[in-house]
Nanobody, 127 residues
Framework: QLQLVESGGELVQPGGSLRLSCAAS????????ISWFRQAPGREREGVAYISSSGVGISYADSVKGRFTISRDNPGNTLYLQMNNLKPEDTGVYYC????????????????????WGQGTQVTVSS
């Protein structure tokens, strides 16, 4: 069955870097756009970045532009999120997610348009 497994989250100091991974299985990875979301305690889940099936189309939340980079390895069935210059407000559980049938790239950051989610990986930015 479709499966997404995130990894790479940990405690990091402000200004530090992390690279998150999302290993995909059970489907043809390079057929699908895929996105990163995050959720901080007491807050709604928010879109972080999206990448098209080919990797050509990419969008970011304004809060992470210039600091985060989304990429994908289609032969390796893996999605990545390189996070640099991390801030305390980047703290949260990070999820990768596959779109559902009603998804469009213009609404990539709407979590209700995604059908398949990983279990998440915790990122904590603190001194």
């Amino acid at each position: 069955q479709l499966q997404l497994v995130e990894s790479g989250g940990e405690l990091v100091q402000p200004g530090g870097s992390l690279r998150l991974s999302c290993a995909a299985s059970g489907f043809t990875f390079d057929f699908y756009a895929i996105s990163w979301f995050r959720q901080a305690p007491g807050r709604e889940r928010e879109g972080v970045a999206y990448i098209s099936s080919s990797g050509v189309g990419i969008s970011y939340a304004d809060s992470v532009k210039g600091r985060f980079t989304i990429s994908r390895d289609n032969p390796g069935n893996t999605l990545y999120l390189q996070m640099n210059n991390l801030k305390p407000e980047d703290t949260g559980v990070y999820y990768c997610a596959l779109p559902g049938y009603q998804w469009t790239s213009s609404r990539w950051d709407e979590s209700n348009l995604y059908d398949t989610w990983g279990q998440g990986t915790q990122v904590t930015v603190s001194s």
